[in-house]
Nanobody, 124 residues
Framework: EGLLVESGGGLVQAGGSLRLSCAAS???????????VGWFRQAPGKEREGVAC????????YYSDSAKGRFTISTDTAKKMVYLQMNSLVPEDTAVYYCAADRTLCGLEGMDHWGKGTLAIVSS
């Protein structure tokens, strides 16, 4: 069994910052450092989209165009944690943010493990 639990969402003013966290637990993630992990988001009335992905195993790092220069994804594999530092937030960043993990890929389709999300609201 593997579980991903996000936290850190909340209400912030435009220009502010939030740090989202994702905790992985369960025997599935005993080798968490082997996983590709990512953050995705779904804004009200919009489809889910990718934000950032990271894999130490595959030396892979990806940011969406909207995240580049403002967001930073990081991991602490010893603690089985994934973080998303979000700076210079704008109202368009308002969304439910999801953490996901898979052994080989990072994308909207096919990732094996998903969290239930944490809501971030950016006020203007």
């Amino acid at each position: 069994e593997g579980l991903l639990v996000e936290s850190g969402g909340g209400l912030v003013q435009a220009g502010g910052s939030l740090r989202l966290s994702c905790a992985a637990s369960g025997s599935t993630f005993d080798d968490f450092d082997e996983y590709v992990v990512g953050w995705f988001r779904q804004a009200p009335g919009k489809e889910r989209e990718g934000v950032a992905c990271i894999s130490d195993r595959y030396s892979r790092l990806y940011y969406s165009d909207s995240a580049k220069g403002r967001f930073t994804i990081s991991t602490d594999t010893a603690k089985k944690m994934v973080y998303l530092q979000m700076n210079s937030l704008v109202p368009e960043d308002t969304a439910v943010y999801y953490c996901a993990a898979d052994r080989t890929l990072c994308g909207l389709e096919g990732m094996d493990h998903w969290g239930k999300g944490t809501l971030a609201i950016v006020s203007s």
